[in-house]
């Protein structure tokens, strides 16, 4: 859903633009410079960031409305009865007996830890516009089918481990000979080598980081830490977007654009990028593989509390 969201994303902003460009009409930039932006310009985007407060209102509602997972319920909040009649519900089926359920929670449900507890940490710290629209539809959505399709045949750490690895080696591959890429004729390579940049991530880190979090973490504390995981996920966005706008800038003061100090270059802020894509596979090797197993097995909801000292 999420590569779907990104193509109505463009469409939304593709349409607002030219709905505004037919309302307000202004010549070209190498034209006029001035006139080319009528100040009615600053509402535009205004307009395309209001519309994605639509459907996180609309899932904040949704969520709202959900009952608690059955596994919470009867875990940790020890209401057997009460996960049944939700379970019920959900399922549209009658459970009958909540027996099983009790029995559940009485004897998987470990006596209650917190986030930061000497518990959790032995139990889940492994051993241990219009062309971003393009790129989405030609890179970013069928990298998600392609997880959907394989994600219980290869696995989450294979999918993962080759995502990042991928990603690294193409990133090198725009690097490495960026100038060849610059001259003439070469525009169309290297916009599929990018498109590439955008397959592996998503059949890979970017489908793996909010699955595996739902998998590998005790029912306690899964929203907690899927969040946490979401949110470093996001920022780590974030500092990568505005953090490649001021390293891609020419080191040459003269070239930069205005208003921005000089930065590294789009090469070197490409090879920057292959290797936190290798980072990232390395750091895949402490992940545990979920692939197959319950959600107590993963989250080994089913061991004894280890006795503190």
């Known amino acids: 859903m999420q590569g779907f969201g990104i193509q109505a994303a463009g469409a939304i902003a593709i349409g607002v633009t030219a709905l505004f460009r037919s309302r307000f009409p202004a010549p070209a930039y190498n034209v006029d410079p001035a006139a080319s932006t009528p100040a009615e310009a600053d509402l535009v985007w205004r307009i395309i960031l209001m519309f994605g407060a639509v459907p996180a209102a609309l899932t904040f509602y949704s969520r709202m409305k959900m009952p608690e997972t059955a596994r919470h319920t009867a875990l940790v909040a020890r209401n057997a009865e009460r996960a049944a009649a939700d379970k019920s519900r959900v399922l549209q089926v009658d459970i009958g007996s909540k027996e099983g359920l009790e029995e559940e929670a009485t004897t998987m449900g470990p006596p209650p830890f917190g986030l930061f507890s000497r518990e959790f940490f032995r139990r889940d ?62 525009q169309t390579g290297f916009v599929v080598m990018y498109a590439l940049t955008f397959f592996f991530p998503n059949f890979g880190p970017n489908a793996t980081t909010f699955i595996v979090p739902a998998e590998i973490y005790p029912a306690r504390l899964r929203a907690t830490c899927h969040g946490i995981s979401a949110a470093s996920g996001k920022v780590s966005a974030i500092i990568g977007s505005f953090g490649f706008l001021y390293l891609a800038q020419s080191q040459d003061p003269a070239k930069t654009a205005h208003g921005y100090p000089p930065g590294i270059g789009v090469r070197n802020s490409l090879l920057l990028l292959a290797w936190c894509s290798f980072l990232g596979f390395m750091l895949t090797l402490l992940v545990p593989e979920p692939k197959g197993k319950s959600l107590e097995e993963m989250s080994r909801e089913t061991e004894p509390a280890a006795a503190e000292p």
Do not use: E, K, S
């Open 125 to 186: 710290t492994p051993a241990g516009h219009d062309v971003d629209t393009l790129i989405a539809l030609c890179g970013t959505v069928p990298g998600y089918w392609f997880t959907v399709a394989f994600i219980d045949v290869v696995g989450r750490f294979a999918i993962q481990a080759v995502g990042f690895l991928m990603t690294a080696t193409f990133m090198l591959g725009l690097a490495v000979p960026y100038r060849q890429w610059t001259r003439p004729g070469n």
